[in-house]
């Protein structure tokens, strides 16, 4: 389906270590890689992935350099069936992943674990008929959520799927019209206290999936979103966008 989240993008420091990583805890396999000269980029998910499911993309650079989080960037969410986020969490634990926030912590909805790198994973609880440790958002931080919706909306056609509101934040949930169940959303933050945000460079970008790159590059330019790099000096392979708070949003043809 056109418009769906196809990978969200994070950079690692040592591939190996994060790739046993995720093939231990996630059960994740490699999907598609990309060697370059200087960098290689390798694309993974569980087994079983549905068509609209998303795909997490390592980006690890040849050169050592180390990357700084950021606040703008907030977590990766996987999914476990109804009922057995404690059973799975304290897998996770047994394993030898660290306790970052368990699930009584959160109030006994979600938990949280990282990754070798700090890169945070939410663990939430969803339809067991999706596939386990699939991925369901990606959340990411924005100034102004009045702007951050209307960007989502106005350019890429998205809806609200869920919303929380408490005393001094709120999170948006956000996927395409008639996306499925199994189709990663955005979820925006937004908090009430008027911070500003650093980006970071550990943390990359969201893919949306396009049926025609150029057709829906041209569509983009029309709603006014910004020209950051067109697919003419992505040698017409992607091309990428940015939204308000500077969040990269690449087009890929599916």
């Not at 893919?207 to 003419?232: G, K, N």
Request: proline content about 3%; glycine content about 8%; hydrophobic content about 35%.
């Amino acid at each position: 389906m056109s418009g769906v989240l196809d990978h969200v993008m994070i950079r690692v420091e040592d591939l190996e270590a994060s790739l046993e990583w995720y093939d231990t805890h996630l059960n994740y396999e490699e999907k598609g890689r990309w060697e370059a000269d200087t960098f290689t980029n390798v694309f993974l998910g569980p087994e079983g992935m549905h068509d609209e499911g998303a795909k997490l993309e390592l980006t690890y650079n040849h050169d050592d350099r180390t990357y700084e989080m950021g606040d703008a960037w907030g977590h990766i969410a996987v999914r476990v069936p109804e009922g057995e986020l404690e059973e799975h969490y304290h897998q996770l634990l047994d394993e030898g992943v660290d306790d970052y926030r368990d699930p009584e912590s959160c109030g006994g909805r979600y938990a949280f674990v990282k990754d070798p790198d700090g890169h945070e994973v939410e663990i939430v609880q969803r339809d067991p008929d999706l596939p386990k440790w699939s991925l369901d958002h990606t959340m990411i931080r924005v100034a102004d959520a009045d702007e951050a919706l209307g960007f989502w909306t106005r350019k890429f056609e998205y809806e609200h799927t869920g919303r929380w509101e408490s005393d001094s934040f709120a999170n948006y949930f956000m996927k395409p019209e008639g996306a499925t169940d199994a189709a990663m959303a955005v979820e925006l933050t937004y908090n009430y206290d008027g911070r500003s945000y650093t980006m970071g460079d550990a943390w990359g970008h969201l893919a949306v999936r396009a049926d025609d790159l150029h057709d829906y590059w041209d569509t983009l330019m029309e709603r006014h979103a910004r020209d950051y790099r067109d697919p003419a000096s992505c040698d017409d392979r992607y091309a990428f966008t940015k939204d308000q708070d500077g969040h990269e949003v690449e087009i890929v043809e599916a």
